[in-house]
């Protein structure tokens, strides 16, 4: 059981908004500030979407925003796309240079 | 532009071992730690450890301690990735991937690599 827990799946329309969520579950993932967000296809690596609980890398889609209360962080995808259909997954930076990751949420677009 | 670039895939027996590699562009491979990270078939992401190339300081999970080793050489900008022992449970893609932010304590996984499959079977 990871220490990270997401929804196994969530699902919406073209142009509707959607949340996923990572509830903190145990101690050992640190204070939980540091909370990335990655989106993964199938057959390709994970893509850094969200750092810092709500930091946006260059280049991705002001469409996909990141929250966070106390010990659940979320990732908000607005004007859902075709192309959002993918795996996400947070990520918590759990110190020393460790990092524990959510069991993944798999988004159909429908 | 930032790459990381990994060996292909490998195919090997129970028992065994394999080495991954991870060449690297695009940056300055001594100021960076990268990361390996392992996704098992249908399954989610597990982190396995770390290493620091500009002295090759490394650390790993716990639950890989004793069977995994990272390396790192400077003169190619490549990191390595060793598992010995090999199970059927090792079957994975095997992701190298690059932290950013360390030294402000707020590290993130910004790049990886495209990731190398792993099979394990007799």
């Known amino acids: 059981q990871s220490a990270l827990t997401q929804p196994a799946s969530v699902s919406g329309s073209p142009g509707q908004s959607i949340t996923i969520s990572c509830s903190k579950t145990?101690?050992?993932?640190?204070?939980?500030?540091?909370v990335s967000w990655f989106q993964q296809h199938p057959g390709q690596p994970p893509r850094l979407i969200i750092y810092?609980?709500?930091k946006r890398p260059s280049g991705v889609s002001d469409r996909f925003s990141g929250s966070k209360s106390g010990d659940t962080a979320s990732l908000t995808i607005s004007g859902l796309q075709t192309d959002d259909e993918a795996d996400y997954y947070c990520?918590?930076?759990?110190?020393?240079?460790?990092?524990?990751f959510g069991g993944g949420t798999k988004v159909t677009v429908l | 532009q930032v790459q990381l670039v990994q060996s292909g895939p490998e195919v090997t027996k129970p028992g065994a071992s394999v080495k991954v590699s991870c060449q690297t562009s695009?940056?300055?491979?001594?100021?960076?730690?990268l990361i390996w990270v392992r996704q098992a078939p249908g399954q989610g992401l597990t982190y396995m450890g770390w290493i620091r190339p500009s002295n090759g300081d490394a650390n790993y999970l716990q639950k890989f301690q004793g069977r995994v080793s990272m390396t790192a050489d400077t003169s190619t900008n490549t990191a390595y990735m060793e598992v010995r022992g090999l199970t059927s449970d090792d079957t994975a893609v095997y992701y190298c991937?690059?932290?950013?932010?360390?030294?402000?304590?707020?590290?993130?996984?910004?790049?990886w690599g495209q990731g190398t499959l792993v099979t394990v079977s007799s």
């Open positions: 145990s101690s050992d993932v640190g204070n939980f500030d540091v």
């Open positions: 695009g940056f300055t491979f001594t100021n960076y730690h």
């Open positions: 991937a690059r932290l950013f932010g360390v030294l402000a304590d707020t590290p993130r996984i910004d790049y």
């Open positions: 810092e609980v709500s």
């Open positions: 990520c918590s930076y759990a110190g020393r240079l460790t990092f524990l």
